[in-house]
């Protein structure tokens, strides 16, 4: 018998949710959990997309005083979430997402720190999810728009839809007008600066 999915993944909304799509990332918050609860969606503003395996670790989900284990079906899901690479276990990452930040962004090499606070005020609004109107022209591959209420990630030229059982139909990308942005600007920055981000085949078609 198939044990009922736990309430680890995370959707591009950065909803916290209980449905039984694969990670391809982990990452954290902080400690969101009592026993296998969450008791909140964040404890801070340091908010970290991980690889699932580094250097032979590993360790219990849900214990006791540790962070909450999040999963994310693909990279570009996680960084429409709010999150960021993280510095240890994908450190190659972190400096190519870093220096991105700083070239786009006219700005000198910004601290993790530094960081965390904008993305921390471009993901939400208070406790609610805010969302940034943008023109469609120039948004590239691996942004996630809302488009009738639900997600979906631009690629290849246009739009794929992306639900709780992975990603679905493909759709025109609208050539004018403005866009209901759920990805952070400052990640879109680094988007536009060619990084390499992870977006799950499916979405391809």
């Not at 488009?147 to 992975?166: C, F, K, M, S, Y």
Request: hydrophobic share 40%; with cysteine.
């Amino acid at each position: 018998m198939t044990s009922a999915p736990e309430r680890n993944r995370v959707t591009p909304l950065g909803e916290i949710v209980a449905i039984p799509l694969r990670g391809a990332w982990t990452g954290n918050r902080g400690i969101l959990h009592s026993g296998h609860d969450l008791v909140r969606t964040h404890a801070s503003d340091l908010w970290l997309t991980c690889r699932l395996e580094f250097r032979g670790r590993w360790r219990e989900q849900w214990l006791p005083h540790r962070y909450t284990h999040l999963f994310f079906h693909d990279e570009a899901v996680s960084f429409a979430a709010g999150h960021r690479p993280c510095a240890e276990c994908r450190h190659a990452s972190y400096v190519r997402y870093r220096d991105g930040w700083a070239d786009e962004l006219a700005v000198a090499p910004p601290s993790a720190r530094a960081m965390n606070r904008q993305l921390h005020a471009e993901r939400l609004d208070g406790r609610r999810r805010r969302l940034h109107e943008l023109p469609w022209a120039g948004l590239p591959d691996g942004v996630f728009v809302l488009r009738e209420d639900e997600p979906a990630v631009i690629v290849d030229g246009g739009l794929t839809a992306w639900t709780t059982a992975g990603y679905g139909t493909r759709s025109v990308l609208p050539a004018r007008g403005k866009a209901q942005v759920i990805t952070p600007p400052a990640t879109i920055a680094v988007l536009r600066t060619g990084y390499p981000v992870e977006i799950n085949a499916a979405a391809r078609g």
